[in-house]
């Protein structure tokens, strides 16, 4: 029997649809009033919007796509998806509205992608169910399937592509509550994406039940909420953190980004201030800075114009030897010629054509036996590059108008250089590192630090590179006064909590201006400086190297959705032709 056959013994596909039309769980609701439809988008956005952060009303996620499910069954076929789209217009608008502080049509863009990708994988959720046949009345979890595989494919597909903003992705809701999500150190924020899809999908199968008041479908829907916060309850209490402690600091020195930044009449000053909060900070291993901290451009390469501040910072570090320091810079690589330059590089007509290339990027100062030291300093350059900022995506295609959506944030922007992997940073630790501790370095953990800059920190699987080869430790350096004082820095700070639990490793998180923080590997904040304020955190925080099964394994979740995608569309489309064939052999 081939898969045809299987698919014929089935049942005929036009009988099936009959069977399905007639089902509470699809179409019942053809005819409602346009007000019921536009009470329920305006019910799905604003329950989504409650239950992000900061706000973190997050159980109402749980509920907030019982208005999308209801919506797609009333969906007529002149109307087609436009009241979801348009309630996922209004949850992001409400979600990200910040980022027009940066940039309006970016803002925009923003919005209106992330609306279209939700609308799509419900789109395909509404195809699977009208060309099987099948409802969640009569195949309740194959309808599950097609409900949850297209939406976990869209995430997964979301953060690799160059259109990618996945900033509210659905596992995000509970950052702010790590008690409820330990169990992303096994799924990832994929794992918080499943659970919130498929309790509202079992929720919103029970409501079609209601007046027959089943107990079952409200059985499931109760089973899919409470075992994997049952289970996260119980690992926060019982997990131990693992690994060696060191004493770390990092520096907010809360420069206006607009203002004061990359102004160079400030640079003195602003080096001033940095070097003397790390001062205070004299017993910490590690001292981070934030993203593009050192002033001016660290400059390497052919001929490339020596930079005074990048001078001053070795010579402060020289000063402190037994410390490791990791600042944020802007770069430039020099080359001689057209042929030796790469991919990103840009031209520039200064004494003759000359070749660079930019870039976002961070340097690593290794702790020093002797003044004498003079190591070259480790470099990392940013990776997953903002949209419109630093890369313009699909050149190609978006070239043309490539001068209305760059927007030009201080330091290096337009299309920058990036690294293709990452490497965390190496280095000893010498002295003081481990107060109360073995002071003896040969037999102490090297610092291995996983330097993400800021967009990067919200990618998880992108941060689990460094994890596999090696990291022990999570730093981040950011620059968040770009949006002002609203939800935008606050949300970047939850993000980087699922990190901390994803791969049970520290994190050291310094901000230009934002909120800069420690944490521990159960996603807690063990320190923070809250924004607008100039100075540093401190704390011990630990060097673990033990593996997640996340860390080893990736996005498995969304690698799935999207093979179970793929396979429910073909045997969609086969189904949906089965009759067109079975006529036509017997005419």
Request: overall charge positive; glycine content about 8%; some cysteine.
């Amino acid at each position: 029997m081939n898969l045809l056959d299987a698919w014929v013994i089935l049942g005929d596909t036009r009988q099936s649809h009959a069977r399905f039309n007639k089902s509470p769980g699809f179409n019942t609701f053809k005819g409602e009033p346009m007000m019921n439809r536009l009470t329920a988008a305006i019910a799905a956005s604003v329950l989504w919007w409650l239950a992000f952060p900061p706000l973190d009303f997050s159980l109402l996620i749980m509920v907030a796509l019982v208005p999308i499910l209801w919506l797609v069954d009333s969906a007529q076929q002149g109307m087609r998806m436009s009241f979801v789209f348009g309630a996922m217009l209004a949850a992001f608008g409400l979600g990200t509205w910040w980022v027009y502080h940066a940039a309006l049509i970016g803002a925009v863009a923003g919005v209106v992608a992330n609306a279209l990708y939700v609308t799509v994988a419900v789109l395909f959720y509404r195809f699977l169910c009208r060309n099987s046949g099948y409802s969640m009345e009569n195949k309740p979890w194959l309808t599950w399937i097609f409900w949850i595989s297209p939406w976990l494919a869209m995430e997964y597909v979301h953060q690799r592509i160059d259109l990618d903003f996945p900033w509210m992705l659905l596992g995000h809701a509970m950052a702010n509550h790590p008690s409820w999500i330990q169990f992303y150190e096994w799924t990832g924020v994929a794992g918080g994406s499943l659970w919130i899809l498929s309790v509202n999908f079992w929720i919103y199968r029970a409501w079609l039940h209601a007046p027959k008041f089943s107990l079952r479908p409200w059985g499931v829907a109760l089973l899919w909420l409470i075992f994997p916060w049952g289970y996260s309850q119980w690992r926060y209490v019982t997990y131990q953190p693992a690994g060696d402690p060191i004493e770390v600091a990092a520096i907010q020195p809360n420069m206006d980004p607009y203002t004061v930044k990359f102004d160079p009449s400030t640079y003195e000053k602003q080096m001033r201030i940095m070097v003397t909060l790390s001062d205070s900070a004299a017993d910490a291993a590690l001292i981070l800075w934030p993203e593009t901290a050192l002033p001016g451009f660290y400059q390497t390469g052919y001929g490339s114009p020596v930079n005074p501040y990048g001078d001053q910072l070795k010579a402060y570090h020289r000063m402190h030897p037994f410390q490791a320091w990791i600042v944020g810079t802007s770069a430039v690589e020099w080359h001689p010629d057209r042929e030796h330059a790469g991919p990103y590089a840009r031209s520039l007509q200064m004494g003759g054509l000359r070749w660079y290339t930019a870039y976002n990027s961070a340097l690593g100062l290794r702790p020093q036996d002797s003044e004498a030291d003079s190591t070259p300093p480790l470099v990392y350059h940013k990776s997953k590059l903002v949209i419109g900022v630093e890369k313009l995506p699909y050149p190609w295609f978006f070239q043309a108008v490539s001068k209305l959506i760059s927007v030009d944030l201080g330091g290096m922007s337009g299309q920058l250089g990036k690294q293709t992997e990452q490497i965390p940073m190496t280095m000893p630790l010498l002295g003081q590192s481990l107060r109360g501790g073995d002071q003896d370095s040969s037999r102490r953990t090297p610092l291995k630090a996983a330097t993400l800059i800021c967009y990067e920190s919200i990618f998880g699987e992108f941060c689990g590179e460094f994890v596999r080869n090696g990291a022990n430790l999570l730093c981040i350096i950011t620059n968040d006064g770009w949006w002002g004082n609203t939800d935008g820095h606050r949300q970047h700070l939850s993000w980087a909590r699922l990190r901390t639990i994803e791969y049970r490793r520290d994190l050291l998180r310094s901000a230009n201006t934002g909120i800069s923080a420690t944490m521990n590997q159960r996603g807690d904040i063990l320190d923070s400086l809250e924004w607008d304020r100039r100075g540093l955190v401190k704390g011990r925080l630990r060097l673990n190297h033990t593996m997640t099964f996340y860390a080893e394994h990736g996005d498995f979740i969304g690698r799935i959705a999207c093979m179970i995608t793929v396979f429910t569309v073909l045997i969609a489309l086969i189904r949906r032709s089965i009759p067109v064939k079975l006529s036509s052999s017997k005419s």
